[in-house]
């Protein structure tokens, strides 16, 4: 009986034993881990240090995070790892290391447990496998949530996510036919004001849509600006009466050309005057911000005035929308001015859409003037953008963030470029984002914790058409790093 007894105990340990080892055999003699130490704070990439018996003996040594392999090893001694923990999630995490011997024993380090505190960065989609989403503009609320306004499929499509891109909600506004989204801003009251165009309601034709919702994304109110010709909406701003000021663009069908065309509101979208601004060829107007005297700068494009081509076109207005000037510029066979943001001497930046570097060729330009209007310097970084959105954003100062796409015409795919800039255009540093498909970034902006977020559109992942895409957040760090590389 005695005998019995012993003979369980051993079977026992033998059995606990093998289960303790089934990965590898945990002995601190053999291999031990110096650094981190176990419940350390780390970040950004760090060394495993180690303590090895006898590193004669060792193949390889292999990092486990987490019961999976990271499949960083090293081969040779002294045996260290380089861990760069940008590449997980921040908080409590395991770690071991594995060790194997060149006569195929196989042994494990104790357990470390450590919290990893990076900078907050994520990647992260939002939508169907049977519709299409995209995001193209994106603010942050004081509360540190971002707001996005963007399409899906034929409607016009208002989210807001957590910090960490969770969606907390989604609205979606349209009719029977195609309703597209532009601009957007918080209003006062913590709602939103949103400027798109519409099919689905109206006068006839596509008329522009101001949407004012509430914070939730609910309708507080709507209205149609339009015509029986086509308008659509581009910027839309709050003026300090609680109105708003919208700049568009209204199409005269017979003539088949199109004037910027500028309405002021009172603060429930009823139209308190109009200007429309063109020639006998075609005006565009995409951005408009306000002047300390009232007024207001304008930009778009026009082919009635320069070469014959289109043209960068801006205008200075009074309160009243009167033109006090304009200005057109060109540097390709087309120019297209985008978005406009002011300098800190009263000068003004403006993001433009080259076309004319070769078929099919196309160069993002930033152009920097005074507040005259007269050129200080111009830079074209290639690559290229056909978006509604604002698509870059002043950082300081003395420091501009823009966002546009890169193309790959043979592959038929596209990476967002991110592009960081000083007060001359000299670019500071540059980031690209994408994978094997179409990664387009359409809207960035600085965020609280001095990094920048971007919204666009992706269809790296799976999808039952490869021509839908899913909304995209994208959230960096101060010098532009991400998890979507």
């Not at 309601?201 to 609910?218: E, M, N, R, T, V």
């Not at 001015?337 to 001497?345: F, N, P, V």
């Amino acid at each position: 009986m005695y005998k019995s007894k012993i003979i369980a105990i051993a079977y026992i340990i033998i059995l606990f034993s093998c289960e303790d080892n089934a990965g590898g055999n945990n002995n601190d003699s053999i291999i031990s881990v110096l650094y981190p130490t176990s419940d350390s704070i780390i970040k950004d990439s760090v060394t495993i240090a180690l303590e090895i018996q006898d590193e004669n003996t060792v193949l390889k040594v292999e990092l486990w995070i987490n019961g999976d392999s990271t499949e960083i090893i090293d081969y040779n001694a002294p045996f260290a790892l380089e861990l760069n923990t940008k590449d997980y999630d921040n908080g409590l995490n395991t770690f071991f290391v594995r060790l194997y011997e060149i006569d195929g024993e196989i042994h494990d380090s104790k357990d470390i447990n450590f919290i990893i505190n990076n900078f907050l960065v994520f990647s992260t989609l939002f939508g169907s496998s049977e519709k299409n989403e995209e995001g193209y503009s994106i603010l942050q609320k004081p509360d540190s949530n971002f707001v996005i306004l963007g399409n899906i499929d034929n409607d016009i499509l208002l989210l807001e996510s957590s910090n960490t891109g969770e969606v907390l909600w989604s609205q979606s506004y349209g009719g029977s036919q195609t309703d597209e989204a532009y601009h957007f801003e918080q209003t006062s009251d913590g709602g939103y004001i949103i400027s798109g165009s519409t099919r689905s309601y109206g006068f006839g034709g596509s008329d522009i849509w101001l949407i004012k919702s509430g914070a939730d994304g609910l309708i507080d109110w709507n209205t149609y600006l339009g015509t029986e010709n086509d308008e659509q909406g581009g910027q839309v701003l709050q003026t300090i009466d609680g109105g708003y000021i919208i700049i568009g663009n209204h199409i005269n069908n017979q003539n088949q050309d199109s004037d910027i065309w500028l309405i002021k509101t009172n603060s429930q979208g009823d139209s308190l005057w109009t200007k429309t601004y063109g020639g006998a060829g075609n005006e565009l107007g995409s951005d408009i911000i306000f002047l300390e005297n009232g007024g207001y700068i304008l930009v778009g494009s026009t082919t009635s005035y320069g070469n014959g081509d289109s043209d960068i076109f801006l205008i200075k207005t009074d309160e009243l929308g009167n033109q006090e000037w304009v200005r057109n510029y060109g540097i390709g066979s087309d120019d297209i001015g985008q978005a406009i943001i002011q300098s800190r001497d009263s000068g003004y930046v403006i993001q433009f859409l080259v076309e004319g570097y070769g078929n099919g060729n196309t160069a993002v330009g930033l152009m920097r003037i005074d507040f005259e209007g007269n050129v200080l310097w111009t830079k074209a970084f290639g690559g290229t953008m056909n978006t509604k959105s604002k698509m870059f954003s002043k950082v300081n100062s003395n420091e501009y963030i823009s966002v546009c796409s890169q193309l790959d015409y043979s592959t038929n795919s596209s990476n967002t470029w991110l592009i960081k800039v000083d007060d001359n255009g000299e670019v500071i540093w540059e980031k690209i984002f994408g994978k094997n498909a179409k990664d387009d970034g359409f809207a960035v902006a600085p965020t609280l914790d001095n990094g920048f977020v971007i919204t666009g559109r992706s269809n790296s992942s799976v999808n039952s058409d490869i021509n839908l895409f899913d909304l995209w957040i994208l959230k960096t760090d101060p010098n532009g790093y991400s998890k979507f590389e």
